[in-house]
């Protein structure tokens, strides 16, 4: 079987990793501490001589050469003779008594010049204890050492594994129920700055998602309504007219084909957002007459509205052509229209203007109506936003007609707005480039 490091559960892994360091760690010190120790040390003996003669020299006419030989002596281990007195020096006895092995001596001998121009010879000597028997000693360590690395090793894979494991297996938890629709969950990472920022991240995400999730229902609420009120009319007067074929009123075959038109609209107001959110649709860009266009429009909901009592009155001052998706703008100007008489309470006069400013045109449509509350106005734009739940509407309204208008414009690179007072009115307005 392969023995997959990718798969193992962090803190496994954090311990393979320690250990692997640690073995580095105790090789290294293997390879120092028996190996080249021996080397070393004489290596560091022939340098302490080098010194040694190096200060020699510099004090060799000095009166504190005494002192300095003795200093070497009683601390470097150094003895220095002259060479003429030199004898090989005999191993201490003491020592040799503790340690079974033969002792090792360095010799150098180097000329040094007097004050007299004369010459003296010098042999410094240095001894070198045997390593062997500091071999074993550290051998017997680096098996203690080992002992004590691996435990620490361990102890620690499991602290560190605890402090970066837990919180992430604590938002795995919380990811896992978000996925399952539980979107008041709480992430609570802690400990790392990493880990914040994801749990920080992810509380946004569970925040927008449920957003998402409550507009959705939401929205599924008022269709499923906005669609069994007329499904229920049509069928009750289509009731009548199997039960009683004679007596068909012009009146009920006008609810039925209202009610049919309140469901197509509906329909399509649905299926055009998600066309248009899907990135799906594409512009017909063709120069058409925006004016006549709006004119055209402003009649004909005006000729259904009048019997209302609602006046449209559109005023503008000249024939504007632009460059746009003419079905689309329409849509726009239409949903924007429809919106105001909805909205419009007892003053049923709206306002349709044209402006031309320098190479734009601006299209605002004025009602008198209830107005929107200033912290209201930043979310109509929103899908599904309504700001009364359960405004009664005389045209079927799905929380969809200014989303739609903000991503009209935005596919027109086209700028949009609203200005409003509450209880004085609205004006919403957008500006094309004209050609
Ligand atoms: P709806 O189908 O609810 O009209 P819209 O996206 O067209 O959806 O509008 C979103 C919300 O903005 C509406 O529910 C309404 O509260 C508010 N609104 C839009 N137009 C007007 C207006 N002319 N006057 C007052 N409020 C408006």
Same mark, same amino acid.
């Given at each position: ?10 803190? @496994? ?16 010190? @293997? ?31 000095? =009166? ?17 003779? =002259?060479?003429?007195?030199?004898? =090989? ?19 150098? $001998? ?23 028997? $500091? ?40 990811? %896992? ?72 009123? =012009? ?34 860009? $063709? ?93 109509? @734009? ?6 009364? %739940? ?38 919403? @307005?957008?500006?094309?480039? %004209?050609?």
């Amino acid at each position: 079987m392969k023995f997959k490091l990718k798969k193992l559960k962090l803190q @496994w892994k954090v311990f393979a990793y320690m250990l692997g360091f640690c073995g580095l760690l105790l090789f290294i010190l @293997w390879l120092f501490q028996t190996v080249f120790l021996n080397d070393m040390y004489k290596y560091i003996r022939k340098k302490e001589i080098k010194n040694a003669m190096e200060l020699v020299e510099e004090n060799i006419n000095s =009166p504190n050469l005494q002192t300095i030989l003795q200093y070497l002596s009683d601390n470097k281990d150094i003895l220095i003779t =002259p060479t003429n007195e030199f004898k =090989p020096p005999q191993p201490n006895i003491n020592r040799d008594k503790r340690d079974r092995h033969t002792m090792e001596v360095i010799t150098e $001998t180097k000329e040094f010049k007097l004050q007299n121009n004369k010459t003296i010879s010098l042999t410094f000597n240095a001894m070198i204890t045997p390593v062997s028997a $500091t071999i074993d000693t550290l051998r017997y360590q680096l098996y203690i050492i080992t002992f004590i690395m691996i435990t620490l090793s361990i102890f620690l894979a499991f602290l560190i594994a605890k402090r970066v494991a837990k919180p992430i297996e604590v938002i795995n938890d919380s990811a %896992k129920a978000l996925s399952k629709g539980k979107y008041d969950i709480e992430f609570t990472g802690e400990g790392f700055l990493e880990i914040e920022e994801l749990s920080a991240t992810l509380n946004t995400a569970a925040t927008e998602l449920s957003k998402v999730e409550s507009l959705r229902r939401e929205l599924m609420a008022n269709i499923s309504h906005d669609l069994r009120t007329p499904l229920s009319l049509i069928y009750s007067y289509a009731e009548v007219m199997h039960d009683f074929p004679k007596e068909i009123s =012009p009146e009920q075959t006008k609810v039925i084909m209202d009610e049919t038109t309140r469901l197509t609209s509906l329909v399509n107001d649905v299926l055009d957002i998600s066309k248009l959110e899907n990135g799906k649709q594409t512009l017909n860009l $063709t120069s058409f007459n925006l004016t006549n266009s709006i004119i055209e429009t402003t009649n004909r909901i005006s000729s259904l509205v009048k019997k209302d009592g609602y006046s449209l009155s559109f005023l503008y001052n000249e024939e504007v052509y632009v460059t746009a998706d003419e079905v689309k703008i329409i849509q726009a100007f239409y949903n924007l229209l429809i919106n105001a008489i909805n909205y419009s309470n007892d003053n049923k006069l709206i306002t349709i203007k044209q402006t031309v400013i320098g190479n734009v045109v601006k299209i605002e449509v004025i009602d008198n109506g209830e107005g929107i509350l200033d912290e209201d106005l930043p979310y109509i @734009w929103d899908r599904y936003y309504k700001v009364d %739940k359960s405004h009664k509407r005389a045209i079927t309204g799905t929380g969809l007609g200014l989303s739609i208008v903000k991503k009209i414009m935005e596919m027109h690179g086209g700028s949009y707005g609203v200005d409003s007072t509450l209880g004085e009115g609205s004006t919403f @307005w957008f500006i094309l480039n %004209k050609n």
